[in-house]
């Protein structure tokens, strides 16, 4: 399986994009997808996750009630609408997928993940 990410771009404050993410495989029931970002000089943070098997979702606090993963099973693509933007939000956008459930204590943990897309570029405007 490889991942596809797309959907960034530049926006203004309080804008919204929608970012893809694209399995070019099946990614069964028992996969754990999630988003992770990385800003100049932070450390890669996870964003928000989606596991399959009980269709759990989770979000970091920082995005919580702005941004909405979901799944299109037919199009075998996760999704994360970004609402509200702030410029905070401005990153390098990648998804990443697991072909196994993620306990939650992990689902943020990157070094679990062992399928990654490229990236897309989201930058945020004040």
């Known amino acids: 399986v490889q991942l596809q990410a797309s959907g960034g771009g530049l926006v203004q404050a309080g804008g919204s994009l929608r970012l893809s993410c694209t399995a070019s495989g099946l990614l069964s029931r028992e996969y754990t997808v999630a988003w992770f970002r990385l800003a100049p000089g932070k450390e890669r943070e996870g964003v928000s996750s989606i596991r399959f098997s009980d ?17 299109d099973t037919a199009a075998n693509t996760v999704y994360l609408q970004m609402n509200s933007l702030k410029p905070e939000d401005t990153a390098l956008y990648y998804c990443a997928a697991k072909g196994r459930r993620v306990i939650n204590s992990a689902l943020f943990n990157p070094n679990l993940y062992d399928i990654w897309g490229q990236g897309t570029q989201v930058t945020v405007s004040s």
């Not at 759990?56 to 799944?71: E, H, L, M, P």
């Open 55 to 71: 269709r759990n979702i989770q979000y970091a606090n920082s995005v919580k009630g702005r941004f909405t993963i979901s799944r």
